[in-house]
């Protein structure tokens, strides 16, 4: 599903550059569950920005299937992002004035499907990590593990062909994260 072909990051700082990840060669093929490790600062949250196709490499072409990522147009890759990829981000990013629901919800306003059919795919989000009871509450309104499962429902309501997680276990307990998994 994806090839790295002489992938850097490089960032400027002054008087200095950082190289935050090199990649000379890396294929993750379709259907692989992947774990990326590694101490803190070791570009594993870069990289996986990258395969989302939210940060540009420095150097090199990231294929996801015969696409190359940013060869695309900004507009081509959103679309593509938003069809096909689930984010689990490490902060979960959810809108603190939006209830568990309205958050999971999001990325389907972006859908042609209705109001039924959105109701639905969340409420079965949700239900897949223990959350329909919760479905009402504002973020904080729940713990740190409710919320980090309510951005995984959100990565899934789509049925995306990828999900990229950074750290998507991090605040659960030992048994909802093997659950997640």
């Not at 550059?17 to 379709?30: F, G, H, K, M, Y």
């Not at 920005?49 to 190359?68: A, E």
């Amino acid at each position: 599903m994806f090839r790295l072909e002489g992938v850097s990051k490089t960032y400027s700082r002054p008087g200095s550059q950082v190289t935050a990840l090199r990649a000379d060669s890396l294929e993750i093929p379709a259907g692989s569950y992947v774990a990326i490790v590694g101490p803190s600062g070791s570009g594993k949250s870069t990289l996986l920005s990258m395969l989302g196709g939210m940060l540009s490499p420095t150097t090199g072409r990231i294929w996801l299937g015969d696409v190359s990522l940013y060869d695309l147009s900004l507009t081509e890759r959103a679309r593509l992002r938003r069809e096909k990829i689930g984010f689990v981000f490490q902060t979960f990013n959810l809108i603190p004035v939006l209830t568990a629901f309205e958050n999971v919800e999001l990325p389907l306003l972006l859908t042609r499907l209705g109001r039924a059919e959105r109701r639905k795919q969340v409420e079965l989000a949700l239900d897949l990590v223990g959350l329909a009871d919760r479905a009402k509450h504002l973020p904080r309104q729940l713990s740190g593990g409710q919320e980090q499962r309510v951005a995984i429902s959100r990565a899934l309501v789509t049925d995306p062909a990828l999900v990229v997680a950074d750290e998507p276990t991090g605040n659960l307990d030992s048994h909802s994260a093997h659950d997640v998994l």
